[in-house]
């Protein structure tokens, strides 16, 4: 009896080391964890939503295609208090949160302290910002906001920053770009946005290309010209020789920015040309990209705008906020139950039970089987 009883306790143990070493976390379990925390720390110390008062339920933590070598990530809570619900949603770039936005769902969010006003924020978002990422940026953009002293539509640049700030009717959004010899760049930029005066946006991608050149060999009229040219051999193929004879410009415009080839930016003429009249199934305008380094074509679409021009000259929306909304709305926004099943990581809890199950089978069936051997 003694024997049978060693012998079952050895069985035993034997049998929760082996499904032990069945159920093992997944090897991203550690990665995930300080995601979510690196989150959550974000919405309180950044942001400062008083975490204390909300229940903070995470639905979607999605991996997206690595870029450049760099994990890409994006997160999704759902906080909840008494009256009160709101969505956080962040990307995150090597697990540094670059983009983050509040969608209140009932109520307003609730902060650790009360609200200022739009500039005071942006300023104290910014020093918590850069106490929480340690990145070197971020100083002379405060510098540079400390010589704003009414929050109101202006442009400003000091050195290679541009500063831009536009107020809609309950919006204000703060810009600082990247734009170096005055070349407009979309793509490398800070922006905070505040709805009503509490914060709503906030987005970091100013090291997110690096600029190879900002070379100018090719000036306004010559890639006017450049284009011209390529525009009327579309004509010409759309409505033949003779027909397109009859067309002429009317308008247009050239914007000196910075765009990504091959990951890295280079100066970069954006085009617009308005035509005296439609090409029948086609447009009454052109886009054009023309490279200022080199003078090659990139880009000649055929546009729906007639007797002006459809594009800002001041400003294109091609911006990184707006690329970065569309290209993640689709994750971010309501994560689908394929989605979920296929990218996000499973709970821990979904683990431990499964490891307690089979720990729990592996006994009781060490146990059957010691119990038909004394028969």
């Known amino acids: 009896m003694r024997y049978s009883l060693k012998k079952f306790n050895m069985t035993l143990v034997l049998a929760l080391v082996l499904a032990l070493l069945f159920v093992q976390l997944p090897r991203g379990f550690s990665a995930e964890s300080a995601t979510q925390e690196n989150v959550l720390t974000f919405l309180r110390d950044v942001v400062m939503l ?63 302290r ?36 009414e929050l109101r539509p202006m442009t400003e640049t000091v050195g290679d920053i541009r500063l831009e700030i536009t107020i809609d009717e309950n919006s204000e959004k703060i810009k600082w770009m990247n734009a170096v010899n005055g070349i407009t760049n979309t793509y490398n930029v800070v922006t905070v946005r505040f709805r009503n005066g509490a914060f ?52 247009e415009s050239a914007l000196l920015t910075m765009q990504p080839r091959e990951d890295v930016l280079y100066p970069h003429w954006e085009i617009h040309l308005t035509l005296n009249k439609m090409v029948r199934g086609y ?29 800002s000259e001041e400003n294109p929306e091609t911006s990184t906020e707006v690329d970065e909304l569309q290209s993640h709305s689709s994750t971010l926004s309501s994560p689908s139950t394929t989605s979920s099943e296929n990218n996000i990581n499973t709970p821990t809890s979904t683990y431990l039970i499964a490891g307690t199950a089979v720990t729990a089978i592996a006994v009781v069936v060490v146990a059957v089987a010691l119990k038909k051997r004394r028969k």
């Open 114 to 149: 009360p609200l200022t006003n739009a500039l005071d924020e942006a300023k104290g978002l910014l020093d918590r910002y850069q106490a929480h990422s340690e990145v070197s940026h971020i100083q002379p953009m405060r510098n540079i906001l400390d010589t704003v002293t």
């Open 200 to 251: 709503e946006l906030f987005v970091d991608n100013w090291n997110r290309y690096r600029i190879g050149s900002t070379e100018i060999n090719v000036d306004r009229e010559e890639a006017i010209r450049i284009a011209k040219e390529e525009a009327q051999k579309e004509i010409q193929a759309a409505v033949g020789d003779e027909v397109a004879s009859t067309f002429t410009f009317v308008y």
């Open 283 to 311: 447009g009454a305008a052109f886009n054009v990209l023309v490279w200022a380094d080199t003078g090659e074509i990139s880009y000649i679409v055929y546009s729906g705008s007639y007797g002006g021009d459809s594009q």
């Open 50 to 112: 008083d975490m204390t008062k909300y229940d903070a339920k995470i639905e979607g933590v999605t991996g997206l295609p690595p870029r450049e070598n760099l994990e890409m990530d994006s997160m999704k809570y759902t906080l909840t208090s008494d009256g009160n619900e709101l969505d956080a949603m962040c990307l995150l770039r090597n697990n540094e949160i670059y983009w983050c936005k509040l969608y209140p769902l009932e109520g307003s969010p609730l902060f650790a």
